[in-house]
């Protein structure tokens, strides 16, 4: 297992919805803007990520944290279309 997914797993991930930007119910599942489902990324044989899901939704405010060699760089990069996924979707 990748050690962006163990990181994921222990609530790594943040999010913080801006104050008029909070939406509830039907409107909330048609505002995703960030979207990343099994996403996986290898070097060689080692497995950088293996396997997040999130999902940023409009007037949140998201980070990723976690130590050096965690795949941060790496999958923003893979959102941003700078490098190419192994697996799963980013939309």
């Given amino acids: 297992m ?21 939406l509830s119910g039907d409107a909330a599942m048609n505002n995703t803007v960030i979207r990343v489902q099994d996403f996986r990324k290898l070097y060689g ?3 950088a990520v293996d396997g997040i899901n999130f999902e ?10 976690g130590p050096n060699g965690a795949s941060k760089t790496s999958t923003l990069e893979s959102l941003e279309g700078l490098r190419s996924p192994d697996g799963g979707i980013l939309l």
Avoid: D, H, Q
């Fill in 56 to 65: 940023v939704k409009r007037g949140e405010i998201f980070g990723l944290l």
């Fill in 2 to 22: 990748g050690l962006f997914s163990n990181l994921a797993m222990s609530g790594i991930l943040i999010r913080k919805v801006l104050p008029g930007y909070g």
């Fill in 45 to 47: 044989k080692a497995v």
